[in-house]
């Protein structure tokens, strides 16, 4: 089983920057693959950012392509998400998550392990 806290959220205003972690324990984080996801009110999880098991490959949606970028410190068990140019549409719960696979993957239900979600507010 693989445990996974998040912090870093909180309060932004638009064009600022937060940059989330990931914490992870149990099972080997180096066996799998990570991703950012966020749910605003009303609206269903999606995908904010992925990256392979080596962190070499990364995937980003279009709406968060060039402002956000995902990186992991496998030595220290952590997975981060560093968001520039922050809009108020960001806003949301986001979510770290962990694949049992090598490969990039969007889809939520690729993800077997959560974590309990950190705040993102942005304002105008």
């Known amino acids: 089983q693989v445990q996974l806290i998040e912090s870093g959220g909180g309060l932004v205003q638009a064009g600022g920057s937060l940059r989330l972690s990931c914490a992870a324990s149990?099972?080997?984080?180096?066996?799998?693959?990570m991703g950012w996801f966020r749910q605003a009110p009303g609206k269903e999880r999606g995908i904010v950012a992925a990256?392979?098991?080596?962190?070499?490959?990364?995937y980003y949606p279009d709406s968060v392509k060039g402002r956000f970028t995902i990186s992991r410190d496998n030595a220290k068990n952590t997975l981060y998400l560093q968001m520039n140019s922050l809009k108020p549409e960001d806003t949301a719960v986001y979510y770290c998550?962990?694949?049992?696979?090598?490969?990039?993957?969007?889809?939520?239900?690729?993800?077997?392990?959560w974590g309990q979600g950190t705040q993102v507010t942005v304002s105008s």
């Open positions: 998550a962990a694949a049992d696979r090598a490969g990039l993957t969007y889809k939520p239900n690729d993800y077997y392990y």
């Open positions: 990256i392979t098991r080596s962190g070499i490959n990364t």
């Open positions: 149990g099972r080997t984080f180096s066996n799998y693959a």
